[in-house]
Protein backbone atom coordinates (compact mmCIF):
# COMPACT_ATOMS: atom_id res chain seq x y z
CA UNK A 1 0.00 0.00 0.00
CA UNK A 2 1.74 3.05 -1.02
CA UNK A 3 1.05 6.24 1.34
CA UNK A 4 2.12 9.71 0.33
CA UNK A 5 2.05 12.54 2.31
CA UNK A 6 -0.44 15.63 1.57
CA UNK A 7 1.13 19.04 1.63
CA UNK A 8 -1.39 20.62 4.31
CA UNK A 9 -3.60 23.15 3.23
CA UNK A 10 -2.47 22.25 -0.09
CA UNK A 11 -5.93 21.81 -2.61
CA UNK A 12 -6.80 17.98 -2.91
CA UNK A 13 -8.74 17.29 -6.21
CA UNK A 14 -10.24 13.74 -7.09
CA UNK A 15 -8.00 13.16 -9.75
CA UNK A 16 -4.91 14.28 -7.67
CA UNK A 17 -5.24 11.20 -5.62
CA UNK A 18 -6.74 8.97 -7.95
CA UNK A 19 -9.33 7.36 -5.22
CA UNK A 20 -12.89 8.33 -6.64
CA UNK A 21 -14.95 5.38 -7.70
CA UNK A 22 -18.24 6.14 -6.54
CA UNK A 23 -20.78 8.85 -6.62
CA UNK A 24 -20.39 9.40 -2.94
CA UNK A 25 -16.52 9.40 -3.06
CA UNK A 26 -16.91 12.26 -5.61
CA UNK A 27 -18.93 14.22 -3.64
CA UNK A 28 -16.67 14.00 -0.61
CA UNK A 29 -13.65 14.82 -2.66
CA UNK A 30 -15.80 17.56 -4.25
CA UNK A 31 -15.22 19.46 -0.65
CA UNK A 32 -12.12 19.56 -0.70
CA UNK A 33 -11.53 22.83 -1.85
CA UNK A 34 -15.07 24.55 -0.87
CA UNK A 35 -14.13 27.27 1.78
CA UNK A 36 -17.90 28.69 1.10
CA UNK A 37 -19.90 26.22 2.14
CA UNK A 38 -20.56 25.91 6.11
CA UNK A 39 -21.50 23.12 8.65
CA UNK A 40 -22.49 24.55 11.70
CA UNK A 41 -22.96 21.94 14.82
CA UNK A 42 -23.57 21.85 18.35
CA UNK A 43 -21.08 20.17 21.26
CA UNK A 44 -21.25 20.14 24.66
CA UNK A 45 -19.76 23.98 24.70
CA UNK A 46 -22.44 25.72 22.00
CA UNK A 47 -22.64 26.18 18.46
CA UNK A 48 -19.16 25.99 16.12
CA UNK A 49 -18.96 26.81 12.40
CA UNK A 50 -16.42 25.22 9.75
CA UNK A 51 -16.38 24.82 6.13
CA UNK A 52 -16.82 22.05 4.07
CA UNK A 53 -12.64 21.80 3.16
CA UNK A 54 -12.15 21.84 6.48
CA UNK A 55 -15.21 18.69 6.91
CA UNK A 56 -13.09 16.90 4.24
CA UNK A 57 -9.73 17.09 5.95
CA UNK A 58 -11.00 15.75 9.30
CA UNK A 59 -12.74 13.17 6.99
CA UNK A 60 -9.48 12.19 5.36
CA UNK A 61 -7.57 11.88 8.68
CA UNK A 62 -10.05 9.56 10.30
CA UNK A 63 -9.87 7.51 6.38
CA UNK A 64 -6.11 6.95 7.23
CA UNK A 65 -6.35 6.25 11.09
CA UNK A 66 -8.54 3.63 8.99
CA UNK A 67 -6.51 2.11 6.69
CA UNK A 68 -3.59 2.31 8.77
CA UNK A 69 -5.62 -0.18 11.73
CA UNK A 70 -6.03 -2.87 9.24
CA UNK A 71 -10.15 -1.34 8.37
CA UNK A 72 -10.07 -1.96 3.96
CA UNK A 73 -12.22 -1.21 1.52
CA UNK A 74 -15.19 -3.81 2.47
CA UNK A 75 -14.76 -3.99 6.49
CA UNK A 76 -17.74 -2.68 8.90
CA UNK A 77 -17.10 0.05 11.53
CA UNK A 78 -19.85 0.93 13.97
CA UNK A 79 -21.01 4.45 14.45
CA UNK A 80 -23.49 5.08 17.35
CA UNK A 81 -24.92 8.16 19.06
CA UNK A 82 -26.62 11.23 18.74
CA UNK A 83 -26.49 13.87 15.68
CA UNK A 84 -22.89 15.44 15.75
CA UNK A 85 -19.60 16.87 13.73
CA UNK A 86 -17.67 13.39 14.67
CA UNK A 87 -20.49 10.96 13.62
CA UNK A 88 -21.22 12.98 9.98
CA UNK A 89 -17.08 12.75 9.65
CA UNK A 90 -16.68 9.11 10.76
CA UNK A 91 -19.35 8.34 8.02
CA UNK A 92 -17.74 10.09 5.52
CA UNK A 93 -14.15 8.55 6.62
CA UNK A 94 -15.68 5.39 6.02
CA UNK A 95 -16.91 6.04 2.45
CA UNK A 96 -13.57 7.83 1.28
CA UNK A 97 -11.67 3.97 2.14
CA UNK A 98 -14.78 1.89 1.19
CA UNK A 99 -15.40 0.68 4.62
CA UNK A 100 -19.29 0.20 5.61
CA UNK A 101 -20.83 1.89 8.33
CA UNK A 102 -23.33 0.23 10.41
CA UNK A 103 -25.45 2.92 11.67
CA UNK A 104 -26.48 2.04 15.32
CA UNK A 105 -29.60 4.57 16.92
CA UNK A 106 -28.52 6.39 19.84
CA UNK A 107 -31.36 5.14 22.02
CA UNK A 108 -30.91 1.53 21.12
CA UNK A 109 -30.92 -1.22 24.17
CA UNK A 110 -27.11 -1.63 24.68
CA UNK A 111 -27.40 -5.27 25.02
CA UNK A 112 -28.80 -5.14 21.35
CA UNK A 113 -26.05 -2.38 20.15
CA UNK A 114 -22.98 -5.03 21.82
CA UNK A 115 -25.76 -8.26 20.07
CA UNK A 116 -25.76 -6.35 16.32
CA UNK A 117 -21.75 -5.46 16.33
CA UNK A 118 -20.80 -8.75 17.09
CA UNK A 119 -23.60 -10.02 14.93
CA UNK A 120 -22.08 -7.97 12.14
CA UNK A 121 -18.32 -9.05 13.24
CA UNK A 122 -17.27 -5.25 13.84
CA UNK A 123 -13.59 -4.77 14.40
CA UNK A 124 -13.97 -0.86 15.01
CA UNK A 125 -16.72 1.20 17.36
CA UNK A 126 -17.20 4.63 17.36
CA UNK A 127 -19.62 5.98 20.29
CA UNK A 128 -20.98 9.16 22.79
CA UNK A 129 -21.48 6.33 25.18
CA UNK A 130 -18.19 5.75 27.06
CA UNK A 131 -20.09 3.07 28.76
CA UNK A 132 -19.75 0.75 25.90
CA UNK A 133 -16.06 1.08 26.08
CA UNK A 134 -15.03 -1.13 28.64
CA UNK A 135 -17.63 -3.81 27.75
CA UNK A 136 -16.82 -3.67 23.92
CA UNK A 137 -13.00 -3.89 25.19
CA UNK A 138 -13.60 -7.08 26.75
CA UNK A 139 -14.81 -8.08 23.47
CA UNK A 140 -11.39 -7.47 22.23
CA UNK A 141 -13.31 -4.69 19.88
CA UNK A 142 -11.81 -1.21 20.07
CA UNK A 143 -14.44 1.62 20.75
CA UNK A 144 -13.03 5.12 19.97
CA UNK A 145 -15.31 7.88 21.31
CA UNK A 146 -17.00 10.33 19.19
CA UNK A 147 -17.31 12.93 22.27
CA UNK A 148 -13.77 15.33 21.87
CA UNK A 149 -13.57 15.36 25.58
CA UNK A 150 -13.17 11.44 26.93
CA UNK A 151 -11.63 8.95 29.23
CA UNK A 152 -9.88 7.67 26.07
CA UNK A 153 -9.37 7.76 22.83
CA UNK A 154 -11.16 10.62 20.54
CA UNK A 155 -11.92 11.40 17.39
CA UNK A 156 -10.33 14.86 18.13
CA UNK A 157 -6.88 13.43 19.47
CA UNK A 158 -6.87 11.08 15.38
CA UNK A 159 -7.32 14.25 13.79
CA UNK A 160 -4.90 15.93 15.76
CA UNK A 161 -2.53 13.32 15.52
CA UNK A 162 -2.90 12.32 12.07
CA UNK A 163 -0.99 13.76 8.35
CA UNK A 164 -3.23 13.26 4.95
CA UNK A 165 -1.91 10.66 3.36
CA UNK A 166 -3.16 8.89 -0.07
CA UNK A 167 -6.07 6.46 0.26
CA UNK A 168 -4.84 3.16 -1.71
CA UNK A 169 -7.20 -0.30 -2.49
CA UNK A 170 -6.78 -3.39 -2.44
CA UNK A 171 -9.95 -4.33 -3.96
CA UNK A 172 -12.82 -3.24 -6.22
CA UNK A 173 -14.76 -0.40 -4.39
CA UNK A 174 -18.47 -2.16 -3.14
CA UNK A 175 -21.62 -1.23 -4.04
CA UNK A 176 -22.91 -0.86 -0.45
CA UNK A 177 -21.94 1.58 1.75
CA UNK A 178 -23.68 1.55 4.82
CA UNK A 179 -26.38 -0.93 7.06
CA UNK A 180 -29.34 -0.25 8.29
CA UNK A 181 -32.38 -1.48 10.07
CA UNK A 182 -35.90 -2.14 8.92
CA UNK A 183 -37.98 -0.59 11.23
CA UNK A 184 -39.59 -3.99 13.26
CA UNK A 185 -43.07 -2.40 13.02
CA UNK A 186 -44.66 -6.26 11.41
CA UNK A 187 -41.89 -7.90 12.89
CA UNK A 188 -38.27 -8.08 14.49
CA UNK A 189 -35.85 -5.78 12.40
CA UNK A 190 -33.55 -7.10 10.35
CA UNK A 191 -30.08 -5.51 9.09
CA UNK A 192 -29.86 -4.96 5.62
CA UNK A 193 -27.44 -2.96 3.73
CA UNK A 194 -28.10 -0.26 1.66
CA UNK A 195 -26.35 1.29 -2.41
CA UNK A 196 -25.39 5.09 -2.03
CA UNK A 197 -26.37 5.36 -5.75
CA UNK A 198 -29.92 4.93 -5.85
CA UNK A 199 -30.12 6.99 -2.48
CA UNK A 200 -28.00 9.60 -4.08
CA UNK A 201 -30.64 9.88 -7.29
CA UNK A 202 -33.55 9.76 -5.12
CA UNK A 203 -32.17 12.91 -3.63
CA UNK A 204 -31.32 14.53 -6.95
CA UNK A 205 -34.84 15.02 -7.21
CA UNK A 206 -35.40 16.62 -3.98
CA UNK A 207 -32.88 19.01 -5.06
CA UNK A 208 -34.52 19.68 -8.55
CA UNK A 209 -38.26 19.96 -7.36
CA UNK A 210 -37.31 22.44 -5.11
CA UNK A 211 -34.93 24.61 -6.25
CA UNK A 212 -32.13 24.09 -3.56
CA UNK A 213 -29.39 25.79 -4.28
CA UNK A 214 -26.17 26.76 -2.33
CA UNK A 215 -27.79 29.30 -0.39
CA UNK A 216 -30.18 26.77 1.66
CA UNK A 217 -29.07 25.94 4.99
CA UNK A 218 -30.71 22.34 5.53
CA UNK A 219 -30.84 21.97 9.84
CA UNK A 220 -30.36 17.77 10.74
CA UNK A 221 -31.41 17.10 14.40
CA UNK A 222 -32.65 13.35 14.10
CA UNK A 223 -29.99 10.93 14.30
CA UNK A 224 -27.95 9.98 11.79
CA UNK A 225 -28.45 6.94 11.79
CA UNK A 226 -31.93 7.45 10.51
CA UNK A 227 -31.66 6.85 6.73
CA UNK A 228 -33.66 9.86 5.19
CA UNK A 229 -31.56 11.97 7.54
CA UNK A 230 -28.12 10.93 5.90
CA UNK A 231 -29.94 10.75 2.32
CA UNK A 232 -30.29 14.00 2.44
CA UNK A 233 -27.30 15.17 4.40
CA UNK A 234 -25.58 13.79 1.28
CA UNK A 235 -27.58 15.07 -1.44
CA UNK A 236 -27.42 18.60 0.04
CA UNK A 237 -23.55 18.40 0.39
CA UNK A 238 -23.47 17.79 -3.15
CA UNK A 239 -25.67 20.54 -3.64
CA UNK A 240 -23.26 22.76 -1.50
CA UNK A 241 -25.85 23.89 0.80
CA UNK A 242 -25.19 25.12 4.23
CA UNK A 243 -25.54 22.60 7.42
CA UNK A 244 -26.79 22.80 10.42
CA UNK A 245 -26.37 19.50 13.04
CA UNK A 246 -28.53 20.20 15.81
CA UNK A 247 -30.53 17.91 18.42
CA UNK A 248 -34.30 17.13 19.21
CA UNK A 249 -33.21 19.84 23.02
CA UNK A 250 -32.29 22.29 20.70
CA UNK A 251 -33.37 22.22 16.74
CA UNK A 252 -35.63 25.32 17.09
CA UNK A 253 -32.95 27.71 18.37
CA UNK A 254 -30.46 26.90 16.31
CA UNK A 255 -32.49 26.55 13.75
CA UNK A 256 -33.74 30.25 14.06
CA UNK A 257 -30.21 31.44 14.82
CA UNK A 258 -28.67 29.84 11.91
CA UNK A 259 -31.41 30.98 8.94
CA UNK A 260 -32.13 27.34 8.46
CA UNK A 261 -34.18 26.98 5.26
CA UNK A 262 -35.20 22.94 4.79
CA UNK A 263 -35.27 20.37 7.34
CA UNK A 264 -36.21 16.78 7.92
CA UNK A 265 -38.78 15.60 10.49
CA UNK A 266 -41.14 12.90 11.86
CA UNK A 267 -44.91 13.18 12.77
CA UNK A 268 -43.77 12.84 16.35
CA UNK A 269 -42.20 16.42 15.91
CA UNK A 270 -45.05 17.59 13.93
CA UNK A 271 -47.92 16.58 16.78
CA UNK A 272 -45.64 18.00 19.72
CA UNK A 273 -46.04 21.75 17.27
CA UNK A 274 -49.86 21.06 16.93
CA UNK A 275 -50.52 20.80 20.62
CA UNK A 276 -48.71 23.97 21.14
CA UNK A 277 -51.59 25.83 20.23
CA UNK A 278 -50.86 29.57 18.72
CA UNK A 279 -47.26 28.26 17.36
CA UNK A 280 -46.43 29.44 14.09
CA UNK A 281 -43.80 28.90 11.82
CA UNK A 282 -41.82 31.92 12.50
CA UNK A 283 -41.45 30.91 16.65
CA UNK A 284 -40.77 27.15 15.63
CA UNK A 285 -38.24 27.08 13.18
CA UNK A 286 -37.75 30.85 11.80
CA UNK A 287 -38.67 33.23 9.42
CA UNK A 288 -36.29 31.81 6.94
CA UNK A 289 -37.76 28.24 6.48
CA UNK A 290 -39.37 27.43 3.11
CA UNK A 291 -39.44 23.49 3.31
CA UNK A 292 -40.55 20.93 6.15
CA UNK A 293 -40.33 17.12 5.07
CA UNK A 294 -42.14 14.86 6.97
CA UNK A 295 -42.45 11.18 6.37
CA UNK A 296 -41.41 7.43 8.26
CA UNK A 297 -44.95 7.54 9.63
CA UNK A 298 -48.82 9.01 8.04
CA UNK A 299 -49.25 12.37 9.63
CA UNK A 300 -52.90 13.11 10.93
CA UNK A 301 -54.59 15.26 8.00
CA UNK A 302 -55.95 17.88 10.78
CA UNK A 303 -52.35 18.08 12.37
CA UNK A 304 -51.09 18.53 8.37
CA UNK A 305 -53.81 21.23 7.72
CA UNK A 306 -53.54 23.18 11.22
CA UNK A 307 -49.82 23.72 10.96
CA UNK A 308 -50.49 24.77 7.18
CA UNK A 309 -52.63 27.22 8.07
CA UNK A 310 -50.23 28.07 10.83
CA UNK A 311 -47.23 28.41 7.94
CA UNK A 312 -45.60 25.88 8.34
CA UNK A 313 -44.70 24.94 5.09
CA UNK A 314 -44.86 20.98 5.37
CA UNK A 315 -44.43 18.47 2.70
CA UNK A 316 -44.78 14.84 3.02
CA UNK A 317 -42.82 11.90 1.87
CA UNK A 318 -43.69 8.39 1.24
CA UNK A 319 -41.26 5.33 1.05
CA UNK A 320 -39.85 2.20 3.15
CA UNK A 321 -36.90 1.78 4.27
CA UNK A 322 -35.94 -1.19 1.67
CA UNK A 323 -37.46 0.53 -1.65
CA UNK A 324 -36.43 4.30 -0.76
CA UNK A 325 -38.70 7.07 -1.62
CA UNK A 326 -42.05 6.50 -3.54
CA UNK A 327 -43.72 9.45 -3.69
CA UNK A 328 -43.21 13.22 -2.50
CA UNK A 329 -45.24 16.46 -2.22
CA UNK A 330 -43.88 19.83 -3.03
CA UNK A 331 -45.05 22.99 -4.07
CA UNK A 332 -47.76 22.74 -6.58
CA UNK A 333 -48.16 19.45 -6.12
CA UNK A 334 -49.57 18.98 -2.57
CA UNK A 335 -52.55 17.29 -1.04
CA UNK A 336 -53.67 16.81 2.43
CA UNK A 337 -53.58 13.35 3.88
CA UNK A 338 -51.00 12.55 0.66
CA UNK A 339 -47.78 11.45 0.36
CA UNK A 340 -47.39 13.66 -3.07
CA UNK A 341 -47.40 12.12 -6.63
CA UNK A 342 -44.97 9.05 -7.37
CA UNK A 343 -40.89 9.54 -8.42
CA UNK A 344 -40.76 9.55 -12.25
CA UNK A 345 -39.25 5.79 -11.68
CA UNK A 346 -41.82 4.41 -9.66
CA UNK A 347 -44.91 2.17 -10.50
CA UNK A 348 -47.85 1.91 -8.03
CA UNK A 349 -50.65 0.20 -7.26
CA UNK A 350 -53.18 -1.51 -5.18
CA UNK A 351 -54.28 -4.87 -4.42
CA UNK A 352 -57.98 -5.86 -4.16
CA UNK A 353 -57.22 -5.75 -0.51
CA UNK A 354 -56.08 -2.47 -1.28
CA UNK A 355 -51.99 -3.14 -0.16
CA UNK A 356 -50.05 -1.22 -2.22
CA UNK A 357 -47.63 -2.84 -4.29
CA UNK A 358 -44.52 -0.86 -5.48
CA UNK A 359 -42.13 -0.85 -8.80
CA UNK A 360 -39.03 0.97 -8.78
CA UNK A 361 -35.42 0.96 -10.46
CA UNK A 362 -34.06 1.91 -7.24
CA UNK A 363 -34.22 -0.20 -4.33
CA UNK A 364 -32.23 1.30 -1.22
CA UNK A 365 -31.87 -2.68 -0.68
CA UNK A 366 -28.34 -3.60 -1.91
CA UNK A 367 -28.26 -7.49 0.50
CA UNK A 368 -29.67 -8.66 3.81
CA UNK A 369 -26.63 -8.99 6.55
CA UNK A 370 -26.25 -12.79 7.73
CA UNK A 371 -23.57 -13.46 9.50
CA UNK A 372 -20.83 -10.49 8.97
CA UNK A 373 -21.77 -10.89 5.65
CA UNK A 374 -23.76 -9.63 2.88
CA UNK A 375 -26.02 -11.60 0.78
CA UNK A 376 -27.05 -9.63 -1.94
CA UNK A 377 -30.46 -9.20 -3.12
CA UNK A 378 -31.95 -10.78 -6.21
CA UNK A 379 -33.95 -7.74 -6.87
CA UNK A 380 -36.44 -8.42 -10.13
CA UNK A 381 -37.06 -4.99 -12.15
CA UNK A 382 -40.14 -6.82 -13.07
CA UNK A 383 -41.73 -7.68 -10.64
CA UNK A 384 -44.22 -6.12 -7.84
CA UNK A 385 -42.88 -5.94 -4.04
CA UNK A 386 -45.19 -5.38 -1.15
CA UNK A 387 -44.92 -2.25 1.07
CA UNK A 388 -46.99 -3.89 3.88
CA UNK A 389 -49.41 -0.81 3.91
CA UNK A 390 -52.81 0.14 2.85
CA UNK A 391 -53.16 2.92 0.72
CA UNK A 392 -55.91 4.95 -1.38
CA UNK A 393 -54.57 5.79 -5.08
CA UNK A 394 -55.56 9.25 -6.10
CA UNK A 395 -54.27 10.00 -9.91
CA UNK A 396 -50.65 9.59 -9.11
CA UNK A 397 -50.89 10.42 -5.09
CA UNK A 398 -50.18 8.06 -2.79
CA UNK A 399 -52.89 8.30 1.00
CA UNK A 400 -51.57 5.28 3.49
CA UNK A 401 -54.26 4.26 5.45
CA UNK A 402 -52.34 1.61 8.29
CA UNK A 403 -50.33 -1.07 8.03
CA UNK A 404 -51.51 -4.23 6.61
CA UNK A 405 -51.39 -5.97 10.15
CA UNK A 406 -52.72 -3.36 12.15
CA UNK A 407 -56.10 -5.23 12.04
CA UNK A 408 -57.79 -7.29 14.54
CA UNK A 409 -59.63 -10.39 13.43
CA UNK A 410 -63.22 -11.06 15.60
CA UNK A 411 -64.54 -13.90 15.96
CA UNK A 412 -67.02 -13.31 13.70
CA UNK A 413 -64.20 -12.96 10.96
CA UNK A 414 -64.45 -9.30 10.56
CA UNK A 415 -61.24 -7.44 10.22
CA UNK A 416 -60.94 -4.19 12.33
CA UNK A 417 -58.34 -2.00 11.22
CA UNK A 418 -57.22 0.19 14.30
CA UNK A 419 -54.55 2.90 12.85
CA UNK A 420 -57.79 5.24 12.07
CA UNK A 421 -59.57 4.49 15.53
CA UNK A 422 -55.93 5.45 17.25
CA UNK A 423 -55.93 8.67 15.34
CA UNK A 424 -59.40 10.18 16.53
CA UNK A 425 -59.16 9.25 20.13
CA UNK A 426 -55.76 10.82 19.85
CA UNK A 427 -57.73 13.53 18.77
CA UNK A 428 -59.51 14.02 21.85
CA UNK A 429 -57.12 12.46 24.29
CA UNK A 430 -53.71 14.76 23.00
CA UNK A 431 -51.78 13.91 25.99
CA UNK A 432 -51.68 9.76 25.52
CA UNK A 433 -50.67 7.70 23.25
CA UNK A 434 -53.41 5.05 22.06
CA UNK A 435 -52.79 1.22 21.25
CA UNK A 436 -56.01 -0.47 20.05
CA UNK A 437 -55.60 -4.07 21.29
CA UNK A 438 -57.89 -7.25 20.50
CA UNK A 439 -60.04 -8.94 23.20
CA UNK A 440 -59.78 -13.06 22.41
CA UNK A 441 -61.89 -12.30 19.43
CA UNK A 442 -64.81 -10.96 21.59
CA UNK A 443 -64.71 -7.09 20.80
CA UNK A 444 -61.61 -4.34 21.33
CA UNK A 445 -60.11 -2.48 23.60
CA UNK A 446 -57.90 0.65 24.61
CA UNK A 447 -54.33 0.69 26.02
CA UNK A 448 -53.81 4.91 26.81
CA UNK A 449 -50.46 5.51 27.86
CA UNK A 450 -49.52 9.10 29.31
CA UNK A 451 -46.36 10.57 31.24
CA UNK A 452 -46.71 10.59 34.99
CA UNK A 453 -46.84 14.66 34.90
CA UNK A 454 -50.30 13.86 33.06
CA UNK A 455 -53.67 14.81 35.16
CA UNK A 456 -55.81 11.77 34.91
CA UNK A 457 -59.43 12.04 34.59
CA UNK A 458 -61.30 9.41 34.42
CA UNK A 459 -64.58 10.78 33.09
CA UNK A 460 -63.27 12.81 30.38
CA UNK A 461 -61.57 9.47 28.93
CA UNK A 462 -64.76 7.70 28.71
CA UNK A 463 -66.81 10.90 27.49
CA UNK A 464 -64.04 10.46 24.62
CA UNK A 465 -64.52 6.54 24.47
CA UNK A 466 -68.23 6.94 23.90
CA UNK A 467 -67.94 10.03 21.67
CA UNK A 468 -65.46 7.92 19.43
CA UNK A 469 -67.98 4.87 19.96
CA UNK A 470 -71.25 6.85 18.74
CA UNK A 471 -69.56 8.19 15.31
CA UNK A 472 -68.15 4.59 14.26
CA UNK A 473 -69.44 1.11 13.27
CA UNK A 474 -70.59 -0.79 16.51
CA UNK A 475 -67.81 -3.43 15.42
CA UNK A 476 -65.47 -0.40 15.96
CA UNK A 477 -66.99 0.31 19.79
CA UNK A 478 -63.97 0.18 22.11
CA UNK A 479 -64.92 -1.71 25.39
CA UNK A 480 -62.43 -1.25 27.61
CA UNK A 481 -59.24 1.04 28.56
CA UNK A 482 -56.34 0.40 30.43
CA UNK A 483 -54.33 3.29 31.72
CA UNK A 484 -50.22 3.01 32.20
CA UNK A 485 -48.26 6.20 33.57
CA UNK A 486 -45.44 5.67 31.37
CA UNK A 487 -44.81 5.58 27.54
CA UNK A 488 -43.59 2.20 25.82
CA UNK A 489 -40.15 3.05 24.29
CA UNK A 490 -37.57 1.75 21.89
CA UNK A 491 -35.11 0.50 24.83
CA UNK A 492 -37.78 -1.94 25.70
CA UNK A 493 -38.41 -2.37 22.00
CA UNK A 494 -42.05 -0.88 21.82
CA UNK A 495 -41.23 1.46 19.69
CA UNK A 496 -39.33 1.56 16.37
CA UNK A 497 -35.84 3.81 16.30
CA UNK A 498 -38.16 6.53 14.89
CA UNK A 499 -41.06 6.50 17.14
CA UNK A 500 -43.59 4.31 15.55
CA UNK A 501 -45.64 1.77 17.58
CA UNK A 502 -44.39 -1.67 17.32
CA UNK A 503 -48.38 -2.96 18.51
CA UNK A 504 -47.52 -6.82 18.84
CA UNK A 505 -44.36 -5.96 21.11
CA UNK A 506 -46.98 -3.61 23.55
CA UNK A 507 -49.38 -5.74 23.52
CA UNK A 508 -47.07 -8.63 24.39
CA UNK A 509 -45.35 -6.74 27.21
CA UNK A 510 -48.15 -4.63 28.66
CA UNK A 511 -51.55 -6.81 28.38
CA UNK A 512 -50.51 -9.29 31.17
CA UNK A 513 -49.72 -6.12 33.65
CA UNK A 514 -52.92 -3.97 32.45
CA UNK A 515 -55.93 -3.21 34.61
CA UNK A 516 -58.94 -2.99 32.59
CA UNK A 517 -61.64 -0.52 33.28
CA UNK A 518 -65.27 -0.55 31.69
CA UNK A 519 -65.86 1.99 28.78
Known amino acids: ?48 TIYYADLFVKAHKIANYLQ ?53 KVKLVFSDSEGFQED ?20 RQIIDGETLREISYNAPLKREFTIVSTSGTLSQPRLFSVASNPLLRTIEEFVNRHSITGNDNILIFLPLSHLPQRMICYGFLKAQTNLTLSNPQFFSKDSINNCATITVTVPR ?53 ELGIIAMSYPGQRRVGYAGPRLPWVNIKTTEEKELLINTETPFLYGFMNNGLTEPFDYDKEKWISSGDLAELNGNFVRVVARVKDFIVLQSGEKIYVNHLEMQLS ?52 KEYALFNNMPS ?9 MKIRRHAIEHRYNPIAKWTDA
Open 1 to 48: MVKKDLKAGSTMKSNDIGVPKSELQHIIYGMSNNTVSKISYRDSTGMH
Open 68 to 120: SSGIDNGEIVAIHGETSLGWLVVDLACAIVGAVSLALYPNTDPSRVVRLIREC
Open 136 to 155: LSQSGIQCISLKERSRGLNV
Open 269 to 321: VLEFCYKRKGDTCDKVFGKTMRLIFVGSAPTRPEVMQTLIDAGFPIYEVYGTT
Open 427 to 478: ELLSDMLIVIVGNGGKNIKAMLFHEPSVKIDNLNIKRAIRMLNKSNHRLEAI
Open 490 to 498: AKEECMTDT
